[in-house]
């Protein structure tokens, strides 16, 4: 429910404005439209990131634990666990889109991107943006490559668990449980390293574009 409720928001949030930008005559959005759009896009960004880890929990639990898996999976502890997700993300997006706006921009408003992202907004101030470029890659060591981390190691047990297998059946049951999982996993993260996790100035303009629909359309539409 939470990561439907997420991909809706996610999509809803972007591509309305995006369209408009590709195929209408105006290519503008206003400030507050932006403001809006830069808070959202990264405080749903990073619950992804922060519920595909949590996720991954679940899948460890349910083939590597499977008659401990109620007993581990209780609601209460599912409750705490996305109260969490949303809570490191939304502060993520408080501190590092709060850092990006207070950048001067001399007047320059012509934004380069189909949507007001982090990075595109920090390449147009006009001011040396190390400490905020700096900020935003401990945060995103944070948000992105710890859960990708904890992911990585779920899947390693779980191939483990997988091997040990005798039944054919069972092997097939576990994979496909995963597949799907580990999928988005390696386009969304894989995408929002490349994005959030380089020095600005070595960034393509064209590149970042381009994968920016991957994160942002085509992730939640394969969700």
């Known amino acids: 429910r939470n990561l439907s409720f997420l991909d809706l928001c996610f999509t809803t949030s972007i591509i309305p404005q995006m369209l408009i930008n590709l195929w209408g005559p105006g290519k503008t959005i206003s400030f507050v439209g932006c403001v809006v759009q830069l808070y959202v896009n990264m405080c749903l960004g990073s619950a992804e990131c922060l519920l595909l880890a949590v996720m991954s929990y679940d899948r460890f639990t349910a083939i590597c634990k499977p008659l401990h898996y109620l007993v581990i999976m209780k609601p209460h502890l599912c409750l705490k666990m996305i109260i969490m997700v949303w809570g490191i993300s939304l502060a993520c997006s408080a501190i590092s889109c709060t850092l990006t706006l207070n950048l001067p921009r001399c007047g320059n408003n012509l ?8 990075p595109a907004m920090v390449k147009i101030a006009c001011t040396d943006t190390t400490t905020v470029e700096m900020s935003v890659f401990a945060l995103g060591i944070v948000i992105v490559l710890t859960p990708l981390l904890l992911i990585l190691i779920s899947y390693g047990y ?20 995963c597949g799907s999982h580990l999928t988005v996993v390696s386009i969304f993260y894989g995408t929002v390293i490349y994005m959030y996790l380089q020095p600005g100035s070595s960034a ?8 920016t629909l991957f994160y942002s359309i085509i992730t939640p539409s394969l969700n």
């Open 158 to 177: 779980i191939a483990q668990a997988v091997l040990r297998m005798t039944s054919k059946a069972g092997q097939r049951k576990a994979i496909n449980t």
């Open 204 to 211: 393509s303009k064209d590149q970042g574009k381009f994968l």
């Open 111 to 118: 934004l380069d991107h189909f949507l007001c992202e982090l």
